[in-house]
């Protein structure tokens, strides 16, 4: 499935307004992450597995591209604003779940 969100094409399964997902579905699981492999965001790394025809591929945590998209507001966050972020927006302020912290290698290389 395929939604626009804010602009955005955001890809997964059973993707809400807010880029909730069948995986992710708490008031604070308000953020989709985009892999360096493809140009749609993804509100979490199974609806990636469930959505896509290859295999992800992580982007650096030092690029300057738009990697995180707020749910709420839409604002683009790059991979060190998202992980350096402490849960949240900051444009918004709107909670992201502190889980993701948990993923953050599967969505970012950090190097050595």
Known sequence: MER???GRAVRGVE???ETRCAHYDTDRDVVALRFACC?????CFRCHDAAADHEAERLSVESD?????CGVCGAGLTPREFVDGEHRCPDCGAAFNPGCEDHYDLYFE???
Do not use: K, M, N, Q
């Open 39 to 43: 140009e749609a965001f993804y509100p």
């Open 15 to 17: 993707v809400g307004p």
């Open 65 to 69: 591209e738009a990697a995180a998209l």
């Open 4 to 6: 626009e969100i804010h």
């Open 110 to 112: 950090f190097g050595e």
